[in-house]
Structures are given as structure tokens and as C-alpha cells.
């Protein structure tokens, strides 16, 4: 980050942009303007806090949870609320929200970084464990599954875990880190996939109003660079180690194609969203049927949720079985096949085997 820091810097010897008065200490990626530090500051807080009023993120008195991993963008995004909680007084409480899936070596250093937070920024901190929702931690999956589709399980099995711990608290919203870059990979990625569901609406700025937990992305139009340089000016306190399971992860392509783009036109990260925002589904395209699964009573469009699906592969040795298009039990003889015996021939109760503690 030094090293970003500096060349930020290298070749700034302009009066800053905005205020005309101190010096230029760096160059904003999204604008490409000259500004010194104060100023960077200021524009940065001002345009998130304008993201927050003009999409209505926050009512007065409600309980916000703060998806928190210890990394650059929910470190910031913490860091932020809270400031713009004291100063425009939105009226809001505020809590730390944590996923410990059992990474030994990444997940339990970033945690510490976490409990740190906790203190600096005095907001009460949840954490919700993979091993106590669903029995198995990320380093026991990998062990069984291998490297390939290991993103696939732990991506189901966090989005459940933050709302059961959001469940917990008893929050009104769940606030999450993801900012314009992630927002740009996901739209190219429901693209490439012919995901139209997600698609439609995977750049709205508040999902899951009808589910338990509605969640809200305060930095949906707030560059990943911004946040980096924000965190390393600011001296905030995050993890910055990628995880160790998702090196060949599909959306890792995505984000390299991403920042190619931006190198060459930084407005396109915005375009694509605005892209996205744009797109119309027809209506004679078929869309999934929201319901509850059958099993946790967790939203799902098919009698199991995508998690139940997947927990039973893996209790049963099988965890391939919910990798790939197929979307839950789609008839009753896969529904008998699922209470049929394990592997050791003692006949298993599914209903013991649910995937978490908390019902919505």
C-alpha cells in the first residue's frame, strides 16, 4: 500500500482541484482530478453520505448491522457510517456482523482485526461460525471437495449465516461493503452466465426487502482504489490477505477484465452499472417463484434452499450433489433419496440436519 501511496503522490505538484489552496496529494481514480487530502476526504464522505439520502438506506432509530470481515471495504465502510451517523445525525445503531467460516490461517487472523475495530470504533460486534450454523468449517469442505467448487459452497453458506446473525441482533438492515467495482463484476458475471434472475436485480442498491433481512450497498458507486487510498490515508486498521481457497475463483477473471477497462476509460465501471440499472427483462421470460424451503424455512424458489442442498451432499458424501444448474429437490424421489441411509447403512433423519439454528 506504500507503494500505491507513493505513486499517488509522484508527479502531484498542482494546487489541489477543489479548494485551490493546499497542495494536490493525490489524483481520484473515479475523476481523475488533482485534490489534496482534506479535500479527498471531504468528496468522498459527501458522496456516500448523498448515496444514503437520496436512496432512502436509513430511517431514523433503526438497528444497522455492518457486514464486517476485517478487509479495506467493510473496515472503511464501519469507519464511515459511524462518522456520518454522529455527524448528520441519522439516528441509527450500529453493530458489527461477522462470518467466521473456518479458515485457518485467513478467517482467524482477520477476525482479530475485527475485534479490533470493535474497540476503536465502539460498536457491539456478532460473530456467527459456519461450524455452529451448519457442522463443517471451510477447511473441512475444501478437504473434501477440493479447490474447484469450494467458492460455491461458501458463498451460499455465508449470505445464510449473515442474516441468521442479522436475525440475532435483531437489526433492520444489513449494510454491506460492496462497492462500484464489485457491482460492475457481478452485472458482466450474470451476463456470461445467463443469470436473467440475478440480473434484474443485482444492481439494486436495496435487495431482499422480502426476505428476513433487506441489505443495502452504501458504496454502490464508490471505486475500490477510493477505498484503498481513503483506508491508507485515514492509517485505518484492516486485513488486507486475500483468501487462500479463491485464487482460481470465476470472478476473479471478471475483476481483471474490470480494472483492464478502467486503466483505459475510468468512467466505465459507472457505465456498466448504469448498464445494468438499464436493463429490461421481457415479460414473457419465466422467473423463479419465491418461496420458503421446505427444511429451514430459509426464501427459496425450490423445495430446499440452495444451502440445504449442499449441506446434505456433504453429510452424505455426496457433495457434488447440489453443484451446478440444479436448483434443489424437484420431485419426491429425490425427496426419499435425501432421508434414505448413510453411507454406514444407519438410516438419517434430515430434519436433524437442517442448514442452521434460527428459524425465519
Known amino acids: 500500500m506504500e507503494e500505491a501511496g507513493a505513486k ?9 482541484g477543489i479548494c485551490n489552496n493546499r497542495k494536490a496529494a493525490l489524483k481520484r481514480p473515479k475523476t481523475l482530478q488533482q485534490i489534496c487530502r482534506e479535500c479527498f476526504y471531504e468528496v468522498f464522505e459527501e458522496e456516500i453520505h448523498q448515496v444514503i439520502v437520496k436512496n432512502h438506506l436509513f430511517r431514523p432509530g433503526e438497528r444497522i448491522a455492518v457486514g464486517a470481515s476485517g478487509g479495506k471495504d467493510s473496515t472503511v465502510l464501519a469507519y464511515v457510517l459511524s462518522e456520518l451517523n454522529r455527524r448528520h445525525n441519522y439516528g441509527l445503531d450500529l453493530f458489527l456482523l461477522s462470518v467466521d467460516e473456518g479458515i485457518t490461517g485467513y478467517r482467524d487472523d482477520s477476525l482479530e482485526t475485527v475485534k479490533r475495530n470493535e474497540i476503536q470504533y465502539g460498536l457491539p460486534l456478532q460473530i456467527v461460525s459456519y461450524k455452529d450454523l451448519y457442522g463443517w468449517t471451510m477447511d473441512e469442505i475444501v478437504k473434501m471437495i477440493g479447490l474447484k467448487n469450494n467458492c460455491t459452497f461458501c458463498g451460499v453458506f455465508r449470505r445464510q449465516a449473515l442474516d441468521r446473525g442479522a436475525a440475532l441482533l435483531k437489526v433492520d438492515k444489513l449494510a454491506t461493503g460492496h462497492n ?20 434484474s436485480r443485482c444492481t439494486a442498491i436495496i435487495t431482499g426487502e422480502d426476505g428476513p433481512i433487506p441489505r443495502c450497498k452504501p458504496f454502490k458507486y464508490t471505486y475500490e482504489k477510493e477505498i484503498v487510498m481513503y483506508a491508507y490515508f485515514k492509517k485505518l486498521d484492516y486485513f488486507s490477505t486475500e483468501c487462500i481457497y479463491s485464487p482460481n475463483a470465476y470472478r476473479g477473471f471478471a475483476r481483471e477484465f474490470i480494472k483492464d477497462l478502467e486503466r483505459i476509460r475510468p468512467r466505465a465501471i459507472l457505465d456498466i452499472i448504469k448498464s445494468g440499472e438499464d436493463f429490461r427483462i421481457s415479460t414473457s421470460t419465466k422467473m423463479p417463484e419465491q418461496g420458503t424451503c421446505e427444511r429451514c424455512g430459509y426464501i427459496s424458489s425450490q423445495k430446499w434452499c440452495k444451502a440445504c442442498v449442499l449441506l446434505e451432499g456433504l453429510n452424505r458424501g455426496l457433495p457434488k450433489l447440489g453443484i451446478g444448474r440444479s436448483r434443489g429437490l424437484d420431485n419426491e424421489t429425490e425427496k426419499r433419496e435425501m432421508k434414505g441411509r448413510s453411507s454406514d447403512g444407519q438410516t438419517r433423519s434430515i430434519e436433524s440436519k437442517q442448514c442452521g439454528t434460527l428459524d425465519f
Open 8 to 16: 499517488s503522490r509522484r508527479g502531484v505538484s498542482c494546487l489541489c
Open 180 to 199: 462500484a467495482d464489485d457491482m460492475a463484476e457481478t452485472v458482466l458475471l450474470n451476463i456470461l452466465r445467463g443469470d436473467i434472475a440475478r440480473l
